[in-house]
């Protein structure tokens, strides 16, 4: 008796490979999407990647023009933006506190207004605010990092006239942009009620060079202008006004001039000093 042999041929094995690989995809796409979370994501000062959503925020981008324009929106329909006012001297603001990552560091470092106190960190984001120790026990700003408290601990002791908040930089590489929204208006929550008495108000992201917005899947004007819409919209909900320090910082196409940063981020010192002057000619009231 013969013996039978069944091969299989080549056509139809490649085709079963295929499947699985296709199937193993799908597995891992849903693994990411349903467990990636910002959580205590932080990026550094000047990242060079970071985790994005890009369909996520594009919906909300729609939006914003590719100007950067934020008058034609239902949020600033409603928002209470900081008007224009006659120049304050330096002293006005020598009970007042700057809240942000290391665009207020550099803002700090380089605008020459010195009668202010700084609570500034490297990557912070409005979730790490919440750990990063960085005031000293005498609540006077670390620099390093290793202070004693956390910024929160530190408003419970001292109290201000005056709070700039700046968030949004280093969470436009958020998975989801509501969470940062929603913990955002729980930080202003909290800073309220530590600091009732003192005038709040949230600044705008401020925008990026042409070539890094059109070289960066997450710091690109496009993202900064669907951000700025959901900041506009939180600060209106919340009561608080809204600085829009970007309309200075904005040429005809809607970007950061080259001349004005050494990096498509950061500001250069004689920028940081046209910001402490929008700053003295735009007070809360």
Not at 236 to 241: L, T
Not at 254 to 275: M, R, S, Y
Request: hydrophobic letters at 40%; glycine letters at 6%; aromatic letters at 8%.
């Amino acid at each position: 008796m013969k013996r039978i042999v069944h091969t299989i041929k080549p056509s139809f094995l490649i085709a079963i490979i295929a499947a699985f690989i296709a199937v193993i995809a799908i597995v891992v796409t849903l693994i990411c999407v349903f467990t990636i979370k910002p959580g205590s994501q932080e990026t550094a000062a000047v990242p060079d990647t970071a985790v994005s959503d890009t369909a996520s925020q594009n919906s909300s981008a729609q939006a914003a023009s590719s100007s950067g324009s934020t008058t034609e929106t239902a949020a600033s329909n409603t928002v209470q933006f900081v008007p224009q006012s006659a120049e304050v001297d330096d002293a006005y603001f020598s009970n007042t506190l700057f809240i942000g990552n290391s665009i207020t560091e550099g803002f700090k470092s380089f605008s020459g207004l010195d009668t202010p106190t700084y609570y500034e960190g490297r990557g912070m984001t409005v979730e790490s605010i919440h750990r990063m120790k960085i005031v000293n026990g005498d609540n006077t700003p670390n620099t390093e990092g290793n202070g004693e408290k956390t910024v929160l601990e530190a408003l419970g002791e001292r109290q201000f006239d005056q709070i700039y908040l700046l968030f949004g930089a280093n969470e436009l590489g958020w998975v989801y942009p509501d969470m940062f929204i929603e913990q955002y208006a729980q930080l202003i929550d909290e800073i309220k009620a530590l600091q009732p008495n003192a005038k709040i108000c949230v600044q705008s992201v401020l925008p990026v060079s042409a070539e890094r917005s059109a070289t960066d899947e997450v710091y690109n004007n496009t993202k900064i202008n669907a951000m700025n819409e959901m900041i506009m919209a939180m600060a209106a909900e919340k009561s608080v006004p809204y600085l829009n320090a970007a309309e200075a910082f904005r040429d005809e196409t809607g970007a950061l001039p080259a001349d004005k940063t050494p990096d498509g981020i950061h500001l250069t010192a004689q920028a940081c000093q046209e910001w402490r002057m929008y700053i003295k000619t735009h007070v809360m009231q």
